[in-house]
């Protein structure tokens, strides 16, 4: 393996306390991004496998993530890892480094016999030699359905440890948002995200059992990002039990399972979906991540 002379390679750290925090440190430092709040929302994906250099000092230089993320695909079971965390500290850029990580993960993803390997980046061209396509996503846009049926709601609260707890129960045993693309199971993205997410309402529709993420857009959008539970409440019980009547409605997963017509608009933001799998993975139908989902 290509490397550093002074720097020494580590994989599969997570369980050293010293080599976690190290690499919060070069998560924070690179992204602005704190990590450790995971800690207070029952700790970090269990499945993540690090692949990293540190110094002679401890600290981490280098770095990716690998971790399960099983997925629907047309409906589809997909065994499938994404890709995160990835960073090099600047003075050590363009020495290769991030291509050893990559290729250990990517090595790793393969022995592991993932099918698919998803990551999330705004350098599409970084992943593109590594056999990485760009999945175009959509965002899907309406009015309002009318007619809905009303139940009782309460709004859960990331600073308190029993909603939390509650949440992990209900996204562990969710029913993926979406059949065209949606993770089947997502638990700690979906927490650290919403606890990042300053206008973010967790509504819960007590009959459904399930969890509406949303909140207000431009002009009064109604702007759904996810519905967490075992069932998924037709877009207008949403709004009837929700009590509100927004003029435009933008849902930010394929609403295939919403009971809603739309329109689907090219997501045109930064940041975009790769995917590296066979030619039958790619979804045939207009789709997008939750951005609850996004890592
Ligand atoms: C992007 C980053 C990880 C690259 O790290 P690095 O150690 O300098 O990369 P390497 O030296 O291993 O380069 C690997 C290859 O990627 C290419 N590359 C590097 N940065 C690139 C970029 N921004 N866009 C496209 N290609 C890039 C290099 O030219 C090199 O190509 P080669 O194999 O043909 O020589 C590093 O610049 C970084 O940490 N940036 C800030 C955080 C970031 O953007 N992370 C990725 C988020 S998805």
Redesign the pocket.
């Known amino acids: 393996m290509t490397g550093h002379p002074a720097l020494v390679f580590r994989a599969n750290y997570f369980g050293d306390p010293a080599a976690s925090q190290a690499l919060a440190a070069l998560l924070d430092d690179?992204?602005g991004i704190d990590v450790t709040i995971l800690d207070r929302l029952g700790g970090p994906d269990p499945t993540g496998v690090p692949f990293a250099w540190f110094d002679a000092s401890g600290t981490c230089i280098?770095n990716i993530s690998a971790f399960s993320i099983p997925l629907v695909i047309n409906g589809l079971f997909t065994r499938a890892a994404g890709l995160q965390s990835?960073?090099?500290?600047?003075e050590?850029?363009?020495?290769?480094?991030?291509?050893?990580v990559?290729e250990s993960a990517l090595d790793y993803c393969d022995s592991e016999g993932f099918e698919a390997v998803v990551?999330?980046?705004?350098?599409p061209?970084?992943y593109e030699?590594y056999g990485f396509r760009v999945l175009p996503q959509h965002r899907f846009e309406g009015s309002p359905p009318t007619g809905g049926r009303m139940s009782t709601t309460r709004r859960l609260d990331m600073a308190s440890d029993s909603d939390v707890t509650f949440l992990r129960r209900l996204l562990n045993a969710r029913r993926p948002v979406s059949d065209r693309f949606a993770p089947l199971r997502q638990v700690e993205m979906f927490l650290f995200n919403a606890a990042l997410m300053a206008d973010i309402r967790l509504d819960l529709l007590e009959e459904a059992a399930a969890v509406i993420a949303w909140q207000w857009g431009e002009d009064g959008t109604f702007e759904l990002y996810d519905v967490a539970g075992a069932r998924i409440p037709a877009l207008a019980d949403i709004l009837a039990s929700l009590q509100i009547d927004p003029p435009k409605i933008r849902v930010h997963f394929a609403p295939d399972h919403l009971d809603w017509g739309a329109e689907a608009v090219a997501d045109a933001g930064d940041m975009v979906l790769m995917l590296r799998g066979s030619e039958g993975l790619l979804p045939q139908k207009p789709f997008a991540l939750s951005p609850m989902a996004e890592f």
């Open positions: 690179t992204f280098a990835g960073a090099v500290r600047p050590y850029r363009g020495q290769g480094l991030f291509r050893s990559m990551l999330l980046t705004d350098k061209a970084l030699r």
